[in-house]
């Protein structure tokens, strides 16, 4: 009798029993009652390892029906994708023995293995379970190893192993039996092929987040500095619900949704700050993302502002009618430049200006003077002059801005008081007169004063 099937799966099992009957047509799966002639037949029955109820022995090591891995690249998706596939070489058992055997008498079974694939068979476990009222005589194998085992319920088993089976070749093992009692003798064959482990490499993606934030270093109180923001992920996985803040040390904060951002991906942004306080000051630039990540960037800024100064000099008092002019003079005693810097002087009522400084225009009370640019440190002088018509108290005001809405003032009054200013004219009368005639004088006062 000879038994050849080809291995599909990774374990397969053959089942051979013997009777104590023997019998002309095809062999049956169930043993068949003793005959005299003590006899026996030997049919195979080939079942998959997972039939249950089939396999009296311990299953193979685990070794043997590890899973078997492979190289792999994974893509990060939402949805499952084939991340590993294998399959082990296709192995064949052949089994040839007598078909009957005799109580006392040995009988041999030769196994023989064969790869017909083109791929190496790593692995190979041959497994001969017999039933108690079978003694093992000999074991005999061309190549690997035999072991023999004693399994759960005193069966004996015989192991074979190879380490490997190159494409196209064969090995073979004979097992020598002899029965030892009349009860009926079954032989269970399993045999196992294992492929080669291969590490399985997935790829883990992670998003990262690099900030770059550039800007002026310095700024000028009053001005509206705009500052640069990038934000990139250099890593290999989009970083999601991206958010950009600039936040000041005051505690006031501007946001700028992102959203998704795909890998090597930049997106830059364009932040204005206003009313930045003067002096040394922070701003913070944040980025954060899904999965924890942050990244942050400082810079330190330096917030300058001209400091306008105003001072005007001028008589304390001055008669009525008399005249007075007043020097004003503006400086800048900040750190930035001042500029589009306009002087006023504000006259009140009874003084009028009669002569103005070059480039000032007059409008009722109001002088208006342009001085332009004044950088750090600089000052400018103009004068005023005017007329005192009225006495009493006379306040002027004086104002310089610039275009930051930088603002000074001052203050100078100057006293008025009338003054008589009398003129007496004589009126002789006549030139000659004679003597004893009468000289009428005319004598007329006159005040010219206030």
Request: proline content about 9%.
């Amino acid at each position: 009798m000879t038994l050849s099937v080809p291995c599909g799966a990774a374990h397969h099992i053959g089942t051979l029993v013997v009777c104590e009957q023997a019998a002309a047509s095809a062999p049956s799966a169930e043993p068949k009652p003793a005959a005299p002639c003590g006899r026996v037949v030997v049919p195979m029955d080939l079942r998959r390892w997972n039939t249950p109820g089939l396999w009296p022995m311990q299953p193979p090591p685990d070794s043997a029906r590890r899973p078997v891995t492979t190289r792999a690249k994974l893509t990060a998706t939402r949805r499952p994708v084939l991340v590993y596939s294998s399959a082990t070489p296709q192995v064949k058992l052949a089994t040839t023995g007598p078909s009957q055997v005799t109580v006392g008498e040995p009988a041999g079974y030769r196994f023989l293995v064969e790869n017909p694939t083109k791929d190496v068979a790593r692995g190979v476990l041959v497994t001969v379970a017999l039933a108690p009222a079978v003694d093992v005589a000999e074991v005999e194998a061309a190549a690997g190893a035999v072991a023999r085992e004693l399994t759960v319920g005193g069966r004996r088993a015989v192991k074979w192993a190879l380490e490997q089976l190159e494409p196209g070749a064969s090995s073979e093992m004979t097992v020598t039996i002899r029965p030892i009692s009349t009860d009926p003798v079954a032989m269970d064959v399993a045999w196992s092929v294992s492929a080669e482990p291969q590490p399985l490499k997935i790829d883990t993606l992670r998003p990262e987040l690099e900030l770059v934030f550039s800007g002026p270093d310095t700024v000028v109180a009053g001005d509206t500095p705009v500052f640069a923001i990038e934000v990139t992920n250099p890593g290999n996985a989009a970083a999601r619900d991206v958010v950009v803040e600039l936040a000041t040390e005051a505690g006031k904060t501007k946001s700028v949704p992102v959203g998704r951002l795909a890998a090597g991906e930049t997106r830059p942004f364009r932040v204005a700050v206003a009313k930045l306080p003067p002096g040394l000051t922070q701003l913070t630039a944040t980025a954060w993302a899904n999965g924890g990540l942050r990244r942050e960037a400082v810079r330190a800024i330096t917030v300058s502002r001209a400091q306008l100064a105003i001072t005007a000099f001028g008589p304390p008092t001055r008669q009525t009618g008399g005249e007075a002019a007043y020097t004003v003079r503006v400086a800048n005693h900040g750190g930035a430049v001042a500029e589009d810097v306009l002087a006023t002087t504000l006259l009140p009522a009874g003084v009028v200006a009669h002569q103005l400084p070059e480039g000032a225009t007059k409008l009722g009370g109001l002088v208006t003077h342009p001085l332009g640019q004044l950088l750090p440190g600089e000052a400018r002088e103009f004068t005023v002059a005017c007329t005192i018509e009225s006495p009493g108290d006379h306040i002027l005001q004086f104002t310089a801005t610039d275009r930051r809405q930088n603002e000074a003032a001052a203050r100078l009054a100057t006293h008025s008081e009338a003054a008589a200013n009398v003129q007496m004219t004589v009126d002789a009368g006549p030139a000659e007169l004679s003597i004893g005639e009468e000289l009428n004088y005319l004598i007329t006062l006159r005040n010219h004063g206030s």
